[in-house]
Every structure is written in C-alpha cells, then in structure tokens.
C-alpha cells in the first residue's frame, strides 16, 4: 500500500508563488510514477504533471508548462510543485497521486491508483 499526503497550499496574490509537498509512504517508489492533478469547483479533475520516480523525468500539461516545475526528493520519499506566476485560473484542489509498481506516469487519473487527499491552491486577482 502507499499513503499520500499533500501540504502547502493555501491563499496567493496572482504572479506569485507556492510549493506544494506530497509525502509518500508505503512501498518502494523506485519503479513508479507519481502525478500531480487538480481540480476546481464545477470541472473534471486535470492534470498537471508526473515525474517519472527512477530518471527523473517530467511532463507537463499545457497550462502550466514554464510555470510549475515538480521535483523530488528520493531521501524523502516527497514530491514537489513548484508553482509560480500563478493565475486565478489555477485555483482548485491539488492532488498527488502514484501508479502502482512498474507502471509508467500519464496524463489520465486512470493510470494511477494512489492519491491524496488533496490540498486547496487560491489564487486571488
């Protein structure tokens, strides 16, 4: 099994910036692939980007490509968004999210099968 759980969101000035943290516990993230997706009131949940756990990877949806940037820390099992020059329009409920073992990242929550429980980015005009 893994847990997962995310910190850091909170209230930002538009053209500012934030760092969510997704600490993961459980079994070996080694041979994973851990996501970020987001969700605002009303729309389907979206995503932003993985990480490919082992190389280090990384995608990123269009919308935020330049913007955010997620990292990790292997000594920590914790994944990082970097998020800056946020807009209002990044305003929802971010999750984390993990495949299961052996499986590659992508960009459906279908791929993976752990999440969050999810921490609320406000970005104010």
């Known amino acids: 099994q893994v847990q997962l759980a995310e910190s850091g969101g909170g209230l930002v000035q538009a053209g500012g910036s934030l760092r969510l943290s997704c600490a993961a516990s459980g079994r070996t993230f080694s041979s994973r692939g851990m996501g970020w997706f987001r969700q605002a009131p009303g729309k389907e949940r979206e995503f932003v980007g993985h990480?490919?756990?082992?190389?280090?990877?990384?995608y990123y949806a269009d919308s935020v490509k330049g913007r955010f940037t997620i990292s990790r820390d292997n000594a920590k099992n914790t994944m990082y968004l970097q998020m800056s020059s946020l807009k209002s329009e990044d305003t929802a409920v971010y999750y984390c999210?993990?495949?299961?073992?052996?499986?590659?990242?992508?960009?459906?929550?279908?791929?993976?099968?752990?999440w969050g429980q999810g921490t609320q980015v406000t970005v104010s005009s």
């Open positions: 999210a993990a495949t299961r073992i052996g499986s590659d990242p992508g960009t459906s929550a279908t791929r993976f099968g752990y």
């Open positions: 990480i490919n756990w082992s190389s280090g990877s990384t």
